[in-house]
């Protein structure tokens, strides 16, 4: 068993040795499992190649441990891929396209594209039903109802122990997230709308803000797309003993919105002792600080 742990680079193999050792997958010995699996990574993305058969394979445990490793290659191209996103981009991108981008390097399979068109679907729904004549807080009132009640958003209280609510995709199917993912949905459907919306990054929490040249309203996505005003964004600063700088009320970048994004899930694989995860989010803000 000594050769299967080697460190050097594995040897070739023939078609019949790759079966044999695909087939200890299903051994019953965890300890027998992780050898095998740390033999198959140690060829690369070739496994890969290897073990897509094996993925509809009529065990369900050799599914499952083909498809996780499948999976982990898939997740590294996924990380290298936001990384290089996160270096040379600017202060301003498609906040959509890095979201994406994030929720592939844990959720590598996930169809970004077809997120997208339900954004799409939901701005399409949404130009029918505006009247775009009427006051600012009709129209925003038209898509809190439309957002929050019908295709059910709604913030999760228990958001910082669970990474799920970080995850766009994940937000989306689930239907539940923190402040910064509801709201960065929001922001995508108001700009579909070409709606004067923007995000503001309050200290502990985060909303929008509809600005136009007569009106400001700032919406709490998470509780609802309940309206603030400037007057309520001050009180919730004083209560939480950050005081009155300017800056807080200030539109954010996508650059900071996606650091932010990325301090949450960082914070919350910390929390919960995961230290692969945190550590690759570390990767992730030390890249978007630069």
């Given at each position: 068993?000594?050769?299967?742990?080697?460190?050097?680079?594995?040897?070739?193999?023939?078609?019949?040795?790759?079966?044999?050792?695909?087939?200890?997958?299903?051994?019953?010995?965890?300890?027998?499992?992780?050898?095998?699996?740390?033999?198959?990574?140690?060829?690369?993305?070739?496994?890969?190649?290897?073990?897509?058969?094996?993925?509809?394979?009529?065990?369900?445990?050799?599914?499952?441990?083909?498809?996780?490793?499948?999976?982990?290659?898939?997740?590294?191209?996924?990380?290298?891929?936001?990384?290089?996103?996160?270096?040379?981009?600017?202060?301003?991108?498609?906040?959509?396209?890095?979201?994406?981008?994030?929720?592939?390097?844990?959720?590598?399979?996930?169809?970004?594209?077809?997120?997208?068109?339900?954004?799409?679907?939901?701005?399409?729904?949404?130009?029918?039903?505006?009247?775009?004549?009427?006051?600012?807080?009709?129209?925003?009132?038209t898509i809190n109802h439309y957002l929050?009640?019908?295709?059910?958003?709604?913030?999760?209280?228990?958001?910082?122990?669970?990474?799920?609510?970080?995850?766009?995709?994940?937000?989306?199917?689930?239907?539940?997230?923190?402040?910064?993912?509801?709201?960065?949905?929001?922001?995508?459907?108001?700009?579909?709308?070409?709606?004067?919306?923007?995000?503001?990054?309050?200290?502990?929490?985060?909303?929008?803000?509809?600005?136009?040249?007569?009106?400001?309203?700032?919406?709490?996505?998470?509780?609802?797309?309940?309206?603030?005003?400037?007057?309520?964004?001050i009180k919730h600063l004083l209560n939480?003993?950050?005081?009155?700088?300017?800056?807080?009320?200030?539109?954010?970048?996508?650059?900071?919105?996606?650091?932010?994004?990325?301090?949450?899930?960082?914070?919350?694989?910390?929390?919960?002792?995961?230290?692969?995860?945190?550590?690759?989010?570390?990767?992730?803000?030390?890249?978007?600080?630069?």
């Amino acid at each position: 068993m000594r050769t299967l742990i080697s460190n050097g680079t594995p040897n070739p193999l023939k078609e019949s040795q790759r079966k044999a050792l695909i087939s200890l997958l299903v051994d019953d010995d965890p300890a027998i499992y992780q050898i095998i699996r740390h033999k198959l990574l140690s060829y690369g993305a070739q496994a890969c190649d290897w073990l897509r058969p094996y993925m509809l394979s009529s065990d369900p445990a050799m599914r499952r441990r083909a498809r996780e490793i499948v999976e982990h290659f898939a997740r590294e191209n996924s990380d290298q891929a936001f990384l290089a996103f996160c270096l040379n981009k600017g202060e301003e991108f498609d906040l959509e396209e890095a979201t994406g981008l994030l929720s592939l390097t844990q959720y590598p399979s996930a169809n970004i594209a077809a997120y997208r068109a339900l954004y799409d679907s939901w701005a399409a729904e949404l130009l029918t039903r505006i009247d775009r004549s009427t006051d600012a807080e009709t129209v925003l009132g038209t898509i809190n109802h439309y957002l929050f009640e019908e295709l059910g958003f709604a913030g999760d209280d228990h958001y910082s122990q669970n990474p799920e609510c970080c995850y766009l995709n994940q937000v989306v199917d689930r239907r539940s997230g923190n402040p910064i993912s509801l709201c960065a949905i929001y922001l995508f459907v108001a700009r579909r709308l070409r709606l004067p919306v923007v995000g503001i990054g309050l200290p502990g929490h985060f909303i929008c803000r509809y600005q136009s040249s007569i009106k400001e309203i700032y919406v709490d996505a998470f509780h609802g797309g309940k309206f603030w005003t400037k007057a309520d964004c001050i009180k919730h600063l004083l209560n939480s003993s950050h005081g009155l700088q300017e800056g807080y009320l200030a539109p954010v970048s996508s650059r900071r919105i996606l650091l932010r994004m990325c301090a949450n899930l960082h914070q919350t694989y910390a929390t919960l002792e995961m230290s692969e995860e945190a550590s690759r989010m570390q990767r992730y803000l030390v890249a978007l600080a630069k």
